[in-house]
């Protein structure tokens, strides 16, 4: 699909009304998933770690459990140290998934277990225990994390996949004190509401909400329809998973 002057006006006059519909508290939202969290210093090392180690088991699972689940673990101060990535690099890996499960932040629990650790090692054997050096490392660039990311996927299991990785970076973006020079890089998170919202607005067809490609289809349009707007695609992200899972009950 093209854009055509008409076309594209009239869907970025639903993606404004949309937008407003969200600010207005018409799709409800008032409280997102990872709202519960534990309220840590927002620059804090602690912080970055629990926004990011969670993320990573969070796919094909009610997102509202998931944050509910992590906020109760780390309330258990006991359970608390799986949030440290040297911690759990010396933890026997029958008490780390004791933790998980108990709390059901691992609902598979021989597989997620690994990935919680593998992502442990990862941060703290090339990043120094501190997920926040990867953004040092990578001056605060989206595409440059994004491709690093991508250079050393089997170290980010899960949260290098295209979904997970760009709502990642859009959670750390409202819930910790990061600052991209490049947040227009980070490009819709394609879960299920996404992809039909972005249907029901006409940026892909219902048929190419089928593909195989639907992820870049997805950033490539959204790209194309916003660009020289004061928009960037991630920005309405939010709005659209509330409207689909409101069942489109809000007419725009």
């Known amino acids: 699909m093209i854009f055509n002057s008409k076309n594209q006006e009239e869907i970025l006059r639903k993606v404004y009304n949309l937008r407003k519909a969200h600010q207005d508290g018409l799709l409800g939202g008032e409280?997102?998933?990872?709202?519960?969290?534990?309220?840590?210093?927002?620059?804090?090392?602690e912080n970055y770690m629990y926004f990011t180690l969670p993320m990573a088991l969070n796919y094909q699972r009610n997102s509202y459990v998931l944050w509910e689940c992590a906020n109760r673990m780390y309330a258990d101060e006991t359970a608390r140290s799986v949030?440290?990535?040297?911690?759990?690099?010396?933890?026997?890996?029958?008490?780390?998934?004791?933790?998980?499960?108990?709390?059901?932040?691992?609902?598979?629990?021989?597989?997620?277990?690994?990935?919680?650790?593998?992502l442990c090692e990862t941060i703290e054997n090339t990043l120094d225990g501190d997920i926040r050096n990867l953004f040092i490392c990578n001056d605060?660039?989206?595409?440059?994390?994004?491709?690093?990311?991508?250079?050393?996927?089997?170290?980010?299991?899960?949260?290098?996949?295209?979904?997970?990785?760009?709502?990642?970076?859009?959670?750390?973006?409202?819930?910790t004190d990061i600052q991209f020079v490049d947040r227009e890089n980070i490009t819709v998170a394609p879960d299920t509401h996404v992809v039909q919202a972005s249907t029901r607005l006409g940026i892909i067809s219902e048929e190419e909400a089928g593909y195989s490609n639907v992820q870049e289809l997805l950033a490539s349009r959204w790209a194309e329809l916003l660009q020289g707007t004061e928009l960037v695609s991630i920005d309405v992200h939010t709005p659209m998973w509330l409207w689909s899972r409101g069942k489109f009950e809000v007419e725009i």
Request: hydrophobic share 30%; glycine share 2%.
């Open 83 to 118: 949030f440290d990535a040297k911690a759990v690099c010396n933890m026997d890996e029958e008490i780390l998934r004791d933790y998980l499960v108990k709390y059901k932040v691992a609902l598979q629990p021989n597989k997620q277990p690994i990935i919680w650790k593998t």
């Open 140 to 175: 605060f660039s989206v595409k440059k994390v994004k491709e690093y990311i991508q250079s050393h996927k089997k170290e980010f299991p899960y949260l290098g996949g295209n979904k997970i990785c760009n709502y990642w970076l859009y959670v750390l973006e409202q819930y």
């Open 31 to 45: 409280k997102m998933p990872e709202d519960e969290n534990p309220h840590l210093d927002k620059e804090s090392k």
